[in-house]
């Protein structure tokens, strides 16, 4: 039975996700703990980072004093605006492409741009991620396993092939979110270890297949961890040093570039929000999944994050996903998704109902329905 933190309503089936005797989620618990945090002292720490990076050995790249991870979204583009206009770097922007890529995310990506950054944006051959997101859509029930591999192998790739070594990550989603944090430390700077485990599942050496080579899997790959120590690239958690919020985040974005745009639609399908994971069409399908998987949506995730900020109360949260965490069927960008992964309709269904987690759904006739919900 899926028990829901009394807190926030993240439920227990989120994966690596933890409650207390209470039954609070330790994401709530790490938003508690903020509270006692001296922001003003993690500033400081981070100012003396900065120095740390403009004062570099001469060895390492003078163009460019970091990369940022950049989707083209609130988060990293917020990071990006920070990290030029108040504290003088000059961040190179990596971008790994979205699945299926959208105009709402281009436009954004422009709209930063002509602030100017220089940006590096990678689409790998698409035969093969094509076949990653099919056989991950038919084996875990996620198209963007692939993705998840390459968004974060391309920053650290970068890193050092153009000698580059501080990269600037959003935030820490395992504290942030719920989930399992390997040490104190991993707050801070990336923990590759992590990132494998949580993120990706396994190695991407691993997805060799008669028609995939280990050569396709370049862009996937982690550089080793001798590259990575000989050239000292060190990464970093945005989230860290400063109070993380994804509302705040895209208020800040909106303010200095007002074309940024959000959904067409007056918000995402799934969801109450209209700022959040624009820049991909399918999206929409791999936030479904999780409700199939776990029984919980894109609502509820979106409710949950703003209740630890203390941006609404519990009640709306619940209403909310009430209302929209099982909203998909046939809407925004469906067909595009079954094209992509070049599946049928029928095809689908046969998968959703293949990655169903029996001990959360009950079937009523030809429906679905949660054991229980929140």
């Not at 003088?88 to 922007?93: E, Q, S, T, V, W």
């Not at 056989?135 to 580059?164: D, H, S, T, W, Y």
């Not at 974005?253 to 639609?265: E, G, Q």
């Amino acid at each position: 039975m899926i028990l829901f933190c009394t807190k926030c309503i993240t439920p227990n089936s989120r994966p690596r996700i933890v409650f207390n005797a209470q039954n609070i989620c330790n994401a709530c618990t790490n938003s508690e703990n903020k509270k006692k945090i001296d922001w003003s002292n993690r500033k400081e720490e981070f100012i003396k980072l900065v120095s740390d990076i403009k004062n570099r050995d001469a060895y390492f790249n003078k163009d460019y004093d970091c990369i940022v991870p950049w989707s083209g979204g609130k988060d990293s583009t917020s990071i990006a605006l920070k990290l030029k206009f108040e504290f003088g770097l000059n961040p190179l922007l990596v971008t790994f492409s979205p699945v299926i890529l959208n105009e709402c995310g281009i436009h954004n990506r422009e709209e930063l741009l002509k602030k100017g950054f220089d940006s590096i944006f990678i689409r790998p051959n698409q035969k093969v991620a094509k076949e990653l997101a099919k056989r991950f859509f038919i084996e875990r029930g996620c198209p963007k396993i692939a993705f998840g591999a390459g968004v974060n192998a391309a920053p650290l790739q970068m890193a050092v092939k153009m000698k580059i070594p501080y990269v600037m990550f959003a935030e820490h989603g395992e504290a942030e979110y719920g989930g399992l944090i390997l040490s104190e430390e991993s707050h801070r700077t990336r923990n590759i270890r992590e990132v494998i485990e949580h993120q990706i599942g396994d190695y991407p050496e691993n997805w060799v297949s008669e028609s995939i080579s280990i050569q396709d899997l370049a862009p996937y790959i982690y550089p080793n961890s001798e590259e990575i120590k000989k050239n000292n690239v060190k990464a970093f958690y945005f989230s860290y040093f400063f109070r993380w919020s994804i509302l705040e985040n895209f208020k800040y974005v909106k303010k200095i570039l007002p074309n940024f745009m959000t959904s067409p639609n007056g918000r995402t399908v799934g969801t109450f929000t209209n700022f959040d994971s624009l820049d991909d069409k399918i999206d929409n399908l791999e936030y479904y999944m999780m409700y199939i998987k776990f029984g919980f949506g894109r609502a509820s995730r979106d409710a949950s994050r703003q209740i630890q900020n203390g941006q609404m109360d519990r009640e709306t949260a619940i209403s909310l996903a009430r209302k929209y965490d099982d909203e998909y069927s046939h809407k925004d960008h469906f067909k595009e998704a079954l094209e992509y992964l070049d599946i049928s309709e029928f095809d689908f269904e046969e998968i959703v109902n293949k990655h169903r987690n029996s001990e959360i759904w009950k079937q009523h006739g030809n429906s679905w329905k949660l054991i229980n919900s929140i």
